[in-house]
């Protein structure tokens, strides 16, 4: 890892704050998250985990498990931007949780080149996958 400047950390963590306040928007019970993509010190989109346009804005089933169609942040993010006129090409993610191992494959088609995040997700297959990727992590703890 990169040391990173004071002043590269200090915007580090003013992006994850507002990801953190993007994810209030979700209606998931057990875990809410929120994602950024910035590029040129830009918001180009933002996404929190939820269900498809349309559907219920109900995460969990009637047993406290997630649905197998809940969208991840980081998901909703790169399919935002995908539908805007903005490339995602050289920018960075952020995140609440560190991306699971099939956002990691969506960041890494999407041309996004470094993911900062806060929390842990409890596997790390997505984070190992981006290392072999050369994207750039950056766990802010």
Known sequence: MNKISDKQLNLDKRYLEM???????????????GALIIKDKMIISDGYNGTPSGFENLCE??????????????????????????????????????????????????????????????????VKLLERANIEIVHVG
């Open 19 to 33: 990801a953190k306040i993007w994810s209030e928007n979700s209606y998931c019970e057990r875990r809410k998250v």
């Open 61 to 126: 089933d009637e047993n406290n498990k997630t649905k197998a169609y809940v969208l991840h942040a980081e998901a909703n993010a790169i399919t935002k931007v995908a539908k805007s006129n903005n490339s995602s090409d050289s920018s960075t993610l952020y995140v609440t949780t560190s991306p699971c191992l099939e956002c990691a494959k969506l960041i890494i088609q999407a041309g996004i080149i470094r993911v900062v995040f806060t929390e842990r997700y409890r596997l790390d297959e997505g």
